[in-house]
């Protein structure tokens, strides 16, 4: 039962997104140039005159690309698991047509986080396109990319929608882009290596999502793959998704059936 | 005897310390049309959601087409067809997506959806806005939406929660006719009202409510029978004398007399002759109205209050 219920939610989703798939892909394809433009020829041409041993002797805009990669999935992640969420109770209330139909509150859930996850291989595919485009991708590995920008993205969405659905009032959505994705979108190892921090900052960075799939998305596109960080990252990034699966399920189910 | 469909026994909801629903008793019968009459705050919208399956019952029992909603929320729902009090429609969609949207979720394939889209919507009167979107139909047109999507699934029963609040007269009267076939195709209703009028026009059968409990239950005849009399004869008196003429009047042969803030009704089994009397005293009303009792008229003698305030 669960697992048909969570494809007649996701159902839902893919219908209401046909009508605006074409918008959401032009600017899936401007982000990931613009970014890659400015980062890695822009700053990247300046950072590559001064030596690139920093980056362990790649030009920056390979150091660069992955972490972006891993930085994407999570703004996909954090737009598609607040607003929408808080909405299909308040505005279009998504969640409570499907209410009135056999589907539980953890079927909602799961739907949507799954609709969430399309959304992230879709972004993350174009981006990897483009990226190679510009070739910054330097291994095969680089395929493999892609399930791991969605396993990051997957570790945002799954707590940050079980968080959204129990928010009363929008506003603490902006709090958490500017105090919760910004600094890790500055401090996680993206645009420079961790090391460059003062040494007691980067603890703080293990902990972080952000900070493993970026190591995890660098290690596949740059070939230099480390089995055991490898499942570190991976294992970190899949927990952190299973517990927001899990709280999910609970916060959905005293939300909205009460 | 026909089949029960839902049986409520002490149904309670409480939120935190708030009682909605206060020990409720009643019985849905297979193909009558049941109404839950009541004034805003009743509780009739908790018991409805606890009827839909969306919200578990704190006490009592509660069981819908012979199941427990506690425990198999998803097979009674697969059976009920739900209007909400408020539009939930998405109105970014066509009026047919919408129709798919919902199909879907009850996991009927594409073809059953589409034939009975059709069907629906001709039943509907919105066949020609099907490939239209929901955003600028009229509220009466969304409303009518509203109730063929939740007929998607041929339900067994119909759970409509104020099916025509917010709607202007005309608009209302369409939706009435509309769920009026319904119930000559033998479709099972339980609906909320606080319009007396949508009450005596749909509802076979019927509880008061108030204050979070049942105030009396029975067919519109029955309980115009019990609590009020055929006729009523309602008097204005200009402001000034409006409570002298009341204190008056409440010495004359009425079975029963309100004083209303703007108005004196008297419950009697004849007008003409009561108004007769009113003259015989010398009073001179500003304006005289005899009528026949209404639902309304049993709601202010249960409760001493008049069900729009």
């Given at each position: 039962m669960g697992l048909r219920f969570t494809w007649r939610a996701l159902r839902a989703w893919l219908v209401v997104y046909r009508r605006i798939w074409r918008s959401s892909v032009y600017s899936s394809i401007l982000g990931p140039v613009l970014y890659l433009g400015a980062m890695g020829y822009g700053l990247g041409s300046l950072v590559d005159s001064h030596g690139t041993v920093g980056l362990g002797g790649v030009p920056y805009l390979a150091f660069v690309a992955p972490a972006i990669l891993a930085v994407q999935g999570m703004q996909t992640a954090m737009s598609e698991a607040t607003f929408p969420v808080y909405g299909a109770v308040k505005w279009n209330r998504i969640y409570l047509v499907a209410q009135a139909?056999?589907?539980r509150p953890a079927d909602i859930f799961r739907g949507h986080l799954l609709f969430m996850a399309i959304r992230l291989a879709m972004n993350s595919a174009v981006f990897l396109a483009i990226a190679a485009a510009f070739g910054?991708?330097?291994?095969?590995?680089?395929?493999a990319a892609l399930p791991a920008a969605v396993i990051t993205g997957l570790a945002f969405a799954a707590p940050v929608a079980a968080w959204s659905i129990t928010?009363?009032?929008?506003?603490?959505f902006n709090y958490a882009f500017r105090f919760g994705m910004t600094p890790l979108m500055l401090f996680s190892?993206?645009?420079?290596?961790?090391?460059?921090?003062?040494?007691?900052?980067q603890p703080l960075a293990y902990v972080t999502p952000l900070w493993h799939g970026v190591a995890l998305c660098r290690e596949l596109t740059l070939g230099r793959i480390s089995p055991g960080s490898v499942v570190i990252h991976l294992g970190y990034l899949l927990v952190l998704a299973a517990v927001g699966v899990a709280v999910g399920e609970r916060t959905y189910t005293r939300r909205l059936y009460v | 005897m026909p089949e029960v469909l839902v049986r409520a026994r002490g149904l309670t909801k409480r939120f935190g310390g708030f009682?909605?629903?206060?020990?409720i008793d009643f019985e849905l019968f297979q193909g009558e049309a049941f109404g839950f009459l009541g004034?805003?705050?009743?509780g009739k919208s908790s018991t409805m959601r606890m009827i839909s399956c969306v919200s578990p019952p704190t006490g009592g029992e509660l069981t819908i087409l012979g199941r427990d909603p506690r425990r198999d929320g998803p097979g009674i729902r697969a059976r009920l067809g739900v209007v909400p009090q408020e539009d939930t429609l998405d109105?970014?969609?066509t009026v047919r997506e919408n129709l798919l949207v919902y199909g879907r979720y009850f996991g009927l394939p594409r073809a059953v959806i589409r034939e009975r889209t059709a069907a629906l919507l001709d039943f509907v009167q919105l066949s020609d806005r099907?490939?239209?979107?929901?955003?600028?139909?009229?509220g009466g047109m969304k409303r009518r939406l509203t109730i063929a999507r939740s007929l998607i699934n041929d339900p067994d029963i119909l759970v409509l929660d104020e099916?025509?609040?917010?709607?202007?007269p005309q608009a209302r009267h369409v939706v009435w006719d509309r769920l009026f076939r319904l119930k000559q195709r033998g479709v099972t209703l339980i609906l909320t009202t606080h319009y007396m009028d949508e009450a005596e026009q749909l509802c076979d059968r019927l509880v008061v409510m108030d204050h979070a409990r049942i105030a009396a239950e029975g067919t519109p005849r029955e309980l115009l029978a019990r609590y009020t009399t055929p006729e009523v004869l309602e008097l204005r008196f200009p402001p000034e004398i409006h409570e002298q003429a009341g204190q008056k009047i409440a010495s004359?042969?009425?079975?029963r007399t309100e004083l209303l803030a703007d108005r004196i009704l008297m419950y009697v089994p004849d007008g003409d002759a009561a108004l007769a009397g009113v003259l015989d005293r010398g009073l001179e009303p500003m304006t005289t109205l005899i009528r026949r009792s209404t639902l309304e008229d049993v709601f202010l003698r249960l409760t001493g209050r008049s069900l729009e305030d």
């Open positions: 139909s056999p589907l910054s991708l330097r291994s095969p590995w680089a395929i928010v009363r009032k929008d506003y603490y190892g993206t645009f420079f290596p961790l090391s460059r921090l003062p040494g007691w900052v | 009682t909605a629903v206060d020990g004034p805003n705050g009743a109105v970014e969609l099907a490939d239209d979107m929901v955003e600028p139909l009229s099916p025509t609040t917010g709607l202007d004359l042969d009425a079975q």
